[in-house]
């Protein structure tokens, strides 16, 4: 490994507006280097074997090729480049292959950038730590192995570092417990009560979890009155679907 400078990162993105953006993240965490963004398979391993960068921000989908055959490649030529998956591939078996293939993260498209200066910095302190392991021996402690590797409990802590302003991890905890408890939907008043907070809180919180697709809203119509949105978690629907 290379010693104490920058940590040197190409960035592998058709877009170039989205790039761009990446590269002024990039630009404001300390430790880290642009060393070139490439936009095609072409330009992707040109770059990548003459500039031997520490980290690649990649993409799955690109015209003329697909970044995961891009990452399965650039393993298989070296093990000293590590990737972070930045993509707005969803599916399930594409962040199964990613996983099995060694990325670091796996960021989905728009990115925030709390999350990605979250990933960088956590890949940064991977770093910072496997060199100092590998430069004071040459066996390591089974503690030593879970400050390189991560944790439930770290996990937890950084999703809870990025939360929106507003939105406090425990009360954020209590909305999907009640939620959790019936398979039907329930209004934002019902939330409420059961929380213990107004209505426009509950309401925040609801809102804040369908934007991240933890729970679905739809409509209720009653008998009388406007129609009330009711939310339901995810997980719910899916076991609903399945009786």
Known sequence: MKGNRDIE???????????????????LIDGFQAV?????????????????????????????????????????????????MITAAKEIDKVQAAIRLGVFDYI????IFDRFKQSLQRYKEYR?????LSKENSHVSQQEVDKLLWKENDSINNERAYLPK???PLTLEKVI??????????????VAKEVGVSRTTARRYLEHLVSIEKIEADLSYGTV??????????DNMINKLAE
Not at 108 to 111: E, L, M
């Open 9 to 27: 990162v190409l960035i592998v993105e058709d877009d170039l507006r989205i790039a761009e953006i990446q590269k002024r993240f990039l630009d």
């Open 36 to 84: 070139g963004i490439a936009a095609s398979y072409v330009e992707a391993k040109t770059l990548i074997e003459i500039l031997q960068p520490d980290l690649i921000l990649l993409d799955v989908y690109f015209p003329d090729m697909n970044g995961l055959e891009l990452l399965k490649e650039t393993k298989i030529l070296t093990k000293q480049i590590d990737v972070i």
């Open 166 to 168: 507003g939105i406090d």
């Open 225 to 234: 009155g406007r129609p009330e949105r009711v939310y339901i978690l995810v």
């Open 108 to 111: 989905i498209k728009p990115v």
């Open 177 to 190: 417990e009640v939620l959790g408890k019936v398979k039907t939907g329930l209004t934002a008043e019902t």
């Open 128 to 132: 910072e730590n496997l060199l100092k």
